[in-house]
């Protein structure tokens, strides 16, 4: 998929294990030091489910990503944490969208978003949901994201591993679905709550 936005030539593809460098390079770029992840968590991610994983290039060199997997409703990875994928799961759970300043304001955050949500729909997922740190909420919110509050104690905890003003963030995927919005995959209630101006997957504003 190749989209021409304010003269720069940008093309969506899957992400390679070539790519791999480039996502610890654009990592460095767009993340805090405590959100640096090491290569061995980045690889694990992609090898447990490289199918929705992508990266944005301009003139063939990797210049933005995102990575998510298959999760059930409510739960949350910890950060460093491995991928564990949940194959009967209906939530297509982003964990990190990055992009080098070469493609701020482009529209690229939201291309990836789309192309990530059109995988969970392909997939059957009926929810998609992220955690929230480092000031890209208003990205999120815009998107139709709004903050919840996991019912489950370990993904309380997991989620306060994340940082002062983490916060869960979930959307319906757009498309019709049955079954209630509020409920995580084991059953347990996700609360929903003010939203907050915190996120992860650090984007700019106009990404």
């Not at 304010?6 to 770029?29: C, H, K, W």
């Not at 789309?114 to 729909?121: L, P, T």
Request: aromatic share 8%.
């Amino acid at each position: 998929m190749q989209m021409m936005e304010n003269s720069v030539n940008i093309t969506i593809r899957p992400m390679a294990e070539a790519d791999l460098g480039e996502v610890s390079r654009i990592q460095a770029l767009a993340y805090g030091a405590d959100f640096l992840e090491a290569d061995a968590v980045i690889r694990q991610r992609w090898q447990v489910s490289p199918h929705t994983a992508w990266v944005a290039c301009t003139e063939g060199r990797a210049e933005g990503y995102l990575v998510a997997y298959r999760s059930a409703w409510g739960c949350i990875t910890s950060l460093h944490g491995a991928f564990e994928p949940e194959p009967a799961g209906d939530c297509l759970y982003v964990h990190d969208l990055a992009l080098a300043p070469a493609l701020a304001g482009h529209g690229v955050g939201r291309r990836l978003v789309a192309r990530a949500w059109q995988a969970g729909v392909e997939a059957g997922c009926r929810l998609t949901a992220l955690v929230c740190v480092q000031q890209a909420g208003a990205f999120w919110r815009r998107l139709g994201y709004e903050t919840a509050v996991p019912a489950d104690g370990a993904m309380q905890r997991l989620l306060q591993g994340y940082g002062d003003g983490a916060c869960y963030m979930h959307r319906r995927l757009p498309q019709e679905h049955a079954g209630s919005p509020g409920v995580a995959g084991n059953g347990a209630p996700v609360q929903p709550v003010g939203a907050v101006s915190y996120t992860h997957l650090t984007l700019p504003t106009k990404a």
